[in-house]
């Protein structure tokens, strides 16, 4: 049986996916991961769980994010304003980031 | 079948153009009525997570809207002629948009979704390979979002049947939807629906995309155990709204829609975003 | 884990549902995250009448999708509430329904004209941000997970707010003064978002303490004002002459508590507040109204659950 493995490097992180194990339970799985995924790279918590048990859903099959213009959902759309405070600015950064990742103009 | 060129606004007559004017226009307005109608469903949807899935398919179709509605301005009309504006019995959507939803009314929100996107899935290939440019190029663009209107709307119907509670509910949906639902394929005027064939404007005749949605949407809903009336022995709503005939509901609606329009005494709309062209 | 040591510990991010809290610890920050929740389903339930309402194509479209943000960080909320095992999401909605669950003071009014928008959507909007983002440093890891994406989407919410009141600002005469009378009307509302100073702060002080929230009332209002006074007047609004607003030294703002009402804002905080209730009694009756379908997806769930059962 196999299990995917999600490792959190500290406290607070989110856990990401890393890697698997085959293992024939969940007790063993757990074990088999530490060693595997935990032994060198910073480990605060690993989750184990069954590859049978996560659906997938890919971009062949969904369209993600749609594929008409959403730029309505967009800080950096709203061009005739200034950010009106730090944490807006901050915002709109992480988003055009988020933007380009996903290779919109 | 006619042209086989392809055609763009300048090529065409005054009647020719009036064909395109009426095809774009029905598919704008079935777009954005039904895009109403669904963003009723914000803040009342069954839970967190279906509400926030209908509210994205409000939002896709508005979009859809947006496209169609643009490349009628084409024809010189703006956006606030095209929507703030126009009177209520010059809107050319089927009355089965417009109908007002029950409180607590998924079932009919769910039932009514599959039968327009179906209906949207065989219109839109029918014009895949339309003579009007303008229009066949946007229409892969609105067909990768309708797929998933159609999976969501089956997945639901699929659950509610399987239950008694919802299963007599998406039946006396389907009792009062079906005759609406067949005034998707009514023809605005025979002339007009004629000049829409014969310029392969779409290359399906109303009267075959009819027989194609039935011979797709009947045993569909057969096999989740439920009755469908017999569309033979049917009389269509005694408005149909491709005519411009509408239901009271409409106007109510309109006038909702058309309120801070009105109030504020505007004379034309912001855009947020670019002109489709420019994208 | 005792509270000593929850003290001891409390930075960001520090705990999640791996650790023993303790029930103090668990309850107050189901309390917080709650209200949180809740805030964000009435504020939606508030502003969806303007995705009908919105005069333009791209602005009904940014309403709507505006308004499904704010039922999106709902969800989190609840499933950053949830993962303290106190409660169940549908608990929480269900005391949303009966009026046991509070939210915030703003969401208590009714909202009736367009040009009203901008007062949720630019300024308690604007507000609610600065909060949240020093919540993104709260103890509890799935708040401050939550935060994460809450504060990456209401960049848009903040700026489409700013953008209508720009855009009506920059309109007619009667759609400046259709904004002026909202702002008059809005302003104390706004300025009390933050509650009361923090000597009468009933829940401040534990929370501070255990890292679930990270800066004080007075603290967090100051940093809106400085950000905020100076965006209305650059649009032309005039601020009202009460509350009295006078700038310290240090550049912080003084408000004259006294100047505001504070009867008002405690009935709201009971769910006393006539307009209130009614919102919360037309959430709960459409909420009502559709809980013929949950029940469905439950026996679904139920009979899934008892297959997997059978079948281990």
């Known amino acids: 049986m196999i299990w995917e493995v999600f490792r959190q490097e500290a406290a607070g992180d989110y856990h990401t996916h890393c890697g698997n194990v085959h293992a024939p339970d969940r007790e063993m799985a757990k074990q088999f991961a530490v060693i595997q995924h935990g032994r060198?790279?910073?480990?605060?918590?690993?989750?184990v769980v069954p590859q049978d048990e996560v659906a997938e859903v890919?971009?062949?099959?969904?369209?993600?994010?749609?594929?008409?213009?959403?730029?309505?959902?967009?800080?950096?759309?709203?061009?005739?304003?200034?950010?009106?405070?730090?944490?807006?600015?901050?915002?709109?950064a992480e988003q055009a980031e988020a933007g380009a990742d996903r290779g919109d103009s | 079948m006619a042209a086989t060129a392809d055609l763009a606004f300048e090529d065409l007559d005054d009647d020719e153009r009036e064909a395109v004017r009426t095809l774009l226009f029905r598919l704008a307005d079935d777009e954005y009525v039904t895009a109403e109608r669904y963003t009723e469903w914000q803040v009342r949807a069954p839970t967190l997570e279906s509400d926030l899935a209908l509210a994205n398919i409000a939002q896709d179709e508005l979009g859809h809207a947006r496209l169609w509605y643009d490349l009628l301005e084409d024809f010189g009309s703006e956006e606030r002629e095209l929507v703030w504006e126009r009177p209520p019995e010059a809107w050319h959507h089927a009355t089965l948009a417009e109908l007002p939803y029950e409180e607590g009314g998924w079932a009919d929100a769910v039932l009514r979704s599959y039968l327009y996107d179906v209906a949207e899935d065989l219109r839109l290939a029918a014009v895949e390979g339309s003579t009007y440019t303008r229009l066949r190029d946007r229409v892969e663009t609105v067909e990768n979002e309708e797929d998933y209107h159609l999976e969501h709307a089956q997945n639901w119907l699929e659950r509610l049947v399987d239950a008694d509670a919802g299963h007599d509910r998406v039946q006396a949906a389907l009792d009062r939807l079906f005759p609406y639902a067949l005034t998707l394929f009514a023809p605005a005027d025979p002339e007009v629906e004629a000049r829409i064939d014969e310029l392969g404007l779409r290359d399906r005749t109303l009267s075959e995309l009819r027989r194609d949605w039935l011979d797709r949407v009947v045993p569909y809903l057969e096999s989740l155990g439920l009755d469908v009336p017999d569309p033979g022995d049917t009389d269509l709503p005694s408005a149909v709204g491709r005519d411009g005939e509408h239901t009271d509901h409409w106007n109510d609606l309109h006038e909702e829609f058309t309120r801070t329009y009105r109030d504020l005494d505007r004379q034309g709309t912001v855009r947020i975003m670019p002109d489709p062209d420019d994208t | 884990?005792?509270?000593?040591?929850?003290?001891?510990?409390?930075?960001?991010?520090?705990?999640?549902?791996?650790?023993?809290?303790?029930?103090?610890?668990r309850e107050a920050a189901t309390r917080m995250i709650q209200?949180?929740?809740?805030?964000?389903?009435?504020?939606?339930?508030?502003?969806?009448?303007?995705?009908?309402?919105?005069?333009?194509?791209?602005?009904?479209?940014?309403?709507?999708?505006?308004?499904?943000?704010?039922?999106?960080?709902?969800?989190?909320?609840?499933?950053?509430?949830?993962?303290?095992?106190?409660?169940?999401?549908?608990?929480?909605?269900?005391?949303?329904?009966?009026?046991?669950?509070?939210?915030?003071?703003?969401?208590?009014?009714?909202?009736?004209?367009?040009?009203?928008?901008?007062?949720?959507?630019?300024?308690?909007?604007?507000?609610?941000?600065?909060?949240?983002?020093?919540?993104?440093?709260?103890?509890?890891?799935?708040?401050?997970?939550?935060?994460?994406?809450?504060?990456?989407?209401?960049?848009?919410?903040?700026k489409h707010g700013e953008d209508i009141l720009r855009e009506l600002m920059n309109g007619s005469r009667k759609e400046q003064r259709m904004v002026q009378d909202a702002f008059d009307e809005w302003w104390p509302r706004i300025v009390q978002f933050f509650g009361p100073t923090d000597d009468d702060s009933t829940h401040h002080g534990f929370a501070e303490e255990v890292g679930l929230k990270q800066m004080t009332n007075d603290q967090l209002r100051s940093a809106f004002l400085n950000a905020y006074v100076p965006k209305a007047e650059q649009y032309g609004l005039e601020i009202p002459e009460y509350p009295r607003i006078e700038e310290r030294d240090d550049g912080t703002y003084e408000v004259r508590e006294s100047d505001l009402d504070w009867?008002?804002?405690?009935?709201?905080?009971?769910?006393?507040?006539?307009?209130?209730?009614?919102?919360?009694?037309?959430?709960?009756?459409?909420?009502?109204?559709?809980?013929?379908?949950?029940?469905?997806?439950?026996?679904?769930?139920?009979?899934?659950?008892?297959?997997?059962?059978?079948?281990?």
């Not at chain 3, 502003?47 to 009904?60: G, H, I, N």
């Not at chain 3, 600065?130 to 919410?157: I, N």
């Not at chain 3, 009694?281 to 899934?304: I, K, S």
């Open chain 1, 58 to 92: 890919d971009e062949d099959e969904a369209d993600f994010g749609g594929s008409t213009d959403k730029s309505y959902r967009w800080a950096m759309t709203y061009n005739d304003v200034e950010p009106a405070a730090r944490e807006v600015a901050d915002s709109e």
């Open chain 3, 35 to 158: 209200f949180h929740a809740n805030s964000e389903i009435m504020g939606a339930y508030l502003e969806r009448p303007f995705v009908r309402q919105a005069p333009s194509l791209d602005r009904k479209l940014a309403f709507s999708a505006k308004v499904q943000d704010e039922i999106g960080h709902g969800q989190l909320l609840y499933r950053a509430a949830e993962s303290l095992g106190v409660k169940t999401r549908d608990e929480m909605l269900d005391e949303l329904a009966n009026g046991e669950g509070k939210f915030l003071n703003c969401f208590h009014y009714p909202m009736d004209s367009w040009a009203e928008t901008p007062m949720i959507a630019f300024f308690v909007d604007g507000a609610a941000m600065r909060r949240q983002a020093t919540l993104k440093s709260s103890s509890w890891e799935p708040y401050a997970h939550a935060m994460d994406k809450v504060c990456f989407e209401e960049g848009f919410h903040v």
């Open chain 1, 40 to 47: 060198r790279k910073p480990a605060h918590s690993l989750w």
């Open chain 3, 263 to 312: 009867d008002e804002f405690f009935a709201i905080a009971k769910n006393d507040y006539e307009p209130g209730v009614g919102q919360i009694d037309g959430r709960a009756r459409t909420q009502e109204a559709v809980e013929w379908v949950r029940g469905v997806l439950d026996e679904r769930e139920q009979a899934a659950g008892t297959t997997a059962a059978a079948a281990d």
């Open chain 3, 1 to 25: 884990m005792d509270i000593a040591e929850v003290r001891d510990r409390a930075g960001p991010r520090e705990f999640n549902a791996g650790d023993d809290m303790p029930e103090e610890y």
